[in-house]
């Protein structure tokens, strides 16, 4: 049986972290955390996991100074990223794409919604079949 994708959360919120964590986690996902953006990249070139949920505003690097290395590095440039950020919907859609998301979504956020876009980019990404999104 092949292992679980792992998903990489990022977020700066514990709360947001433990959500997501314990959603995920019933859905077959290997999870792993970051606190913060040095957290995230040391993270994510250790593991590299097939997906990272990605604050934008956190301590010491942003989501998008992050999601710049991790594309600009031929390590990392293959995982997926999804930026979920409370910066307005707007600055979201115009800024994300620029630094190399594969999708974002604004605070709050549907956890349905987030948990299809994790299938559909894993599925996309490493031809694996995720625990289902409902």
Avoid: C
Wanted: hydrophobic share 50%; aromatic share 6%.
């Amino acid at each position: 049986m092949a292992s679980a994708p792992s998903v990489l959360v990022v977020d700066d919120d514990p709360e947001i972290v433990a959500m997501l964590s314990a959603r995920l986690e019933t859905r077959g996902y290997q999870v792993l955390t970051a606190a913060d953006g040095l957290e995230a990249l040391a993270e994510a070139k250790r593991s590299r996991p097939a997906l990272i949920v990605l604050d934008v505003m956190m301590p010491h690097k942003t989501g998008w100074e992050v999601a710049r290395a991790l594309k600009q590095d031929p390590v990392t440039e293959h995982i997926k990223i999804i930026m979920l950020t409370a910066i307005g919907r707007q600055m979201n859609e115009m800024t994300s794409p620029i630094y190399g998301a594969d999708a974002y979504f604004d605070k709050p956020f549907d956890f349905a919604a987030l948990e299809a876009s994790i299938a559909e980019l894993i599925g996309t990404a490493a031809g694996a079949t995720p625990g289902r999104a409902r």
